[in-house]
């Protein structure tokens, strides 16, 4: 069973940074894509930054030239560089990953989505 664990987040200042990792871990998988997401309550989930391993990386665009995301397929990981970061910026932040997994030879390979467990993200300001 895969698993996504997520590291990083806590309190910043505006302003400041903050960096978010996400492991993802058990058994044969190769990852597809992963991105990160954030919500806030009473909002619905949105997407920060996602990306395809491949050199492919899509923005919100109120995060755009401030937000990093970079993914090693290597280490089945990926990670978001925040600076510059601002109180509306304040929300839990989610890793997502969409993964192949059923690589033995006695599986059947299926494409599944997987999220972590969240991590708080507060900016003081």
């Known amino acids: 069973q895969v698993h996504l664990v997520e590291s990083g987040g806590g309190l910043a200042q505006a302003g400041g940074s903050l960096r978010l990792s996400c492991e993802a871990s058990?058994?044969?998988?190769?990852?597809?894509?992963m991105a990160w997401y954030r919500q806030t309550p009473g909002k619905q989930r949105e997407l920060v930054a996602k990306?395809?391993?491949?050199?492919?990386?899509n923005y919100a665009d109120d995060v755009k030239g401030r937000f990093t995301i970079s993914m090693d397929k290597d280490k089945n990981s990926v990670d978001l560089q925040m600076n510059n970061l601002k109180s509306e910026d304040t929300a839990v932040y989610y890793c997502?990953?969409?993964?192949?997994?059923?690589?033995?030879?006695?599986?059947?390979?299926?494409?599944?989505?997987?999220w972590g467990q969240g991590t708080q993200v507060t900016v003081s300001s």
């Open positions: 990306s395809t391993g491949g050199g492919v990386t």
């Open positions: 997502h990953a969409v993964i192949l997994v059923g690589l033995g030879y006695d599986e059947e390979a299926a494409l599944n989505t997987y």
């Open positions: 058990g058994g044969r998988f190769m990852i597809n894509t």
